[in-house]
Each structure stands twice: as structure tokens, then as C-alpha cells.
């Protein structure tokens, strides 16, 4: 399984500011995924980032609010712009297997506290 | 589309008592099932899975089987313990890169 870590690991943030989140994994991987857990929830599915080209939203998800970019196979950043208390969640990137085996692998999350 | 269905939680359980969370699912084809699990303040840790009928996954005492009859995936451990105290996630995925479905969440509580 994939090893992936995420930075920063927590962060409180003012209002109308701006996050970059992090995300490497310690191998290729075709696609990379990012969740939102929001207090005492599930996870939300946000967008799929794909190597080389744009990331695909889930309904609800702009990308003017939550950009993300995939440079290369092992790494992905989110960024939460313009951020408002209503954005305080945990954010969570995960990996499919490599070769197709269904399983999700996640990271170890970013807490975010939006003030 | 594909959904997830969990008991509500929280579930609170002395140690060495047995323990079910229920979850089933609706699905269109033959989807991969999963039961992940986060401990206070980390990530969602894969804990087992299965990917076709009849599968039992197993891992750390847990179990669960992949009943395609009654759409369900139910985890159970005989004898839990205080550190198995975690919020609980049953999910799915159809395969091939596609959307994985989460249930809720269960939250297990272990009482010494």
C-alpha cells in the first residue's frame, strides 16, 4: 500500500484567507482524490486530480474555491480560498492502489480551523 | 446511483463484549466493500475488505462478509477491546478509479 503524508497537519486560518494543502505519496499513482470531513461527518468526495490534466469537481465544489493542481504522479495540493468558518473541516487526500485493485488509501488529514 | 447505510452510532461496549456494526449498501454491479477506521484525531485507516460475494475480510479480530443476497457487510469482532474505540466506516467502489461511497460513520466506545 501506498504511504502518503499531508501538510500542514493543522491550521487555524483567518477569514478570507487563503490554504494550500499538501499532499505526497511515496510512489506513482494515477489519480489522487481529495475529501472533506466536516465535524462529526462523513467524508465528502471534493474533486479526482489526474496527472496532466484539470481536476474533476463533485457537485457543490467550484474550482475558484477549492484550485488543485498535479504537477506530477506523486504529489497534489488544495488550496481553500477565501475561506469562511463554514470551511473548518478535516481535508483528506487518498490514492487508489496501484493496479486496480479498488482500495482507497488515505493520508492523515489536515484540521483546519477557520476563524 | 450507489449508497451506503450504516447504524447510527454511538455504540458503547464494555471490554470483551461482541460487537456488530450493520451496514448495507445499494449498488449496481459488483462493487469492491471496505471498512475503514479513523481513531481520535487521525486519518481513515483501511481495516478490511472484500471484493466479490461470499468474501470475508479479516484483520486485528475483525471480520466481515460480503453478502450479496441481503446487500450487506456487516463488521463484527468477538471480544473488543478499549483501544478499538474509533469512528467506523463502511464504503464501496465500483472499481476502475470510480467514486468510493461512505456510509455515516459509526462511533464505538469501549468502557474498561
Known amino acids: 500500500s501506498a504511504v502518503i503524508s499531508q501538510k500542514p497537519s493543522r491550521d487555524i486560518c483567518q477569514r478570507g484567507t487563503s490554504l494550500t494543502i499538501q499532499c505526497q505519496v511515496d510512489s506513482q499513482v494515477t489519480m489522487m482524490f481529495w475529501y472533506r470531513q466536516q465535524p462529526g461527518q462523513s467524508l465528502t468526495l471534493i474533486a479526482t486530480a489526474n496527472q496532466g490534466s484539470e481536476a474533476t469537481y463533485e457537485s457543490g465544489f467550484v474550482i475558484d474555491k477549492f484550485p488543485i493542481s498535479r504537477p506530477n504522479l506523486t504529489f497534489s495540493t488544495l488550496t481553500v480560498s477565501n475561506m469562511s468558518p463554514e470551511d473548518s473541516s478535516i481535508y483528506l487526500c487518498?490514492?487508489?492502489?496501484?493496479?486496480?485493485?479498488?482500495?482507497?488509501?488515505f493520508g492523515p488529514g489536515t484540521r483546519l480551523t477557520v476563524l | 446511483g450507489n449508497s451506503v447505510t450504516q447504524m447510527e452510532g454511538p455504540v458503547t461496549l464494555s471490554e470483551e463484549a461482541f460487537l456488530t456494526i450493520n451496514c448495507t449498501y445499494t449498488?449496481?454491479?459488483?462493487?469492491?466493500l471496505f471498512w475503514y477506521v479513523q481513531y481520535p484525531g487521525e486519518g481513515l485507516q483501511l481495516l478490511l475488505k472484500?471484493?466479490?460475494?461470499?468474501d470475508k475480510g479479516s484483520n486485528k479480530g475483525f471480520e466481515a462478509t460480503y453478502r450479496k443476497e441481503t446487500t450487506s457487510f456487516h463488521l463484527e469482532k468477538g471480544s473488543v477491546q478499549v483501544s478499538d474505540s474509533a469512528v467506523y466506516f463502511c464504503a464501496l467502489s465500483p472499481g476502475g478509479y470510480q467514486k468510493v461511497t461512505f456510509g455515516t460513520g459509526t462511533k464505538l466506545q469501549v468502557i474498561p
Open positions: 472484500a471484493t466479490k460475494a461470499d
Open positions: 487518498s490514492v487508489e492502489d496501484i493496479g486496480g485493485s479498488d482500495t482507497q488509501y
Open positions: 449498488a449496481t454491479g459488483y462493487p469492491s
